[in-house]
Nanobody, 129 residues
Framework: QLKLVESGGGLVSPGGSLELACAAS????????IGWFRQAPGKERERVSC????????DYAESVKGRFTISRDNAENTVKLLLNNLKPEDTAVYYC??????????????????????WGQGTQVTVSA
């Protein structure tokens, strides 16, 4: 069973930065496409970014493009999300998720949350002065 654990969340002032990490354990030999999602109180979960299994395809939501950077280190079984120039509207619980193995080895990552079958517990990001 693939397990994902997020870390790196916290409280930051507007304009500040955070780096989130998603550590995978379990069946990590078949690298999965990884997505980051977030959910703010009272709002639906939304896609933030995703990266293909080999890291050769990356996608961002328009709301974070140019501010967030996703990367992965398969040797370390880790995917990171660097959050720069944070805004109060970025406040949310951030989740990483692994896509189903259909996307393993492909140069794409799915945008739809239904394609993700393993989820972490989330890490809180709060942007406030």
């Amino acid at each position: 069973q693939l397990k994902l654990v997020e870390s790196g969340g916290g409280l930051v002032s507007p304009g500040g930065s955070l780096e989130l990490a998603c550590a995978a354990s379990g069946f990590t030999s078949d690298y999965r496409a990884i997505g980051w999602f977030r959910q703010a109180p009272g709002k639906e979960r939304e896609r933030v970014s995703c990266i293909s299994s080999r890291g050769d395809f990356i996608d961002y939501a328009e709301s974070v493009k140019g501010r967030f950077t996703i990367s992965r280190d398969n040797a370390e079984n880790t995917v990171k999300l660097l959050l720069n120039n944070l805004k109060p509207e970025d406040t949310a619980v951030y989740y990483c998720a692994a896509a189903n193995d259909y996307f393993s080895g492909s140069s794409t990552c799915p945008r739809e949350s239904l394609a993700y079958v393993h989820w972490g517990q989330g890490t809180q990001v709060t942007v406030s002065a």
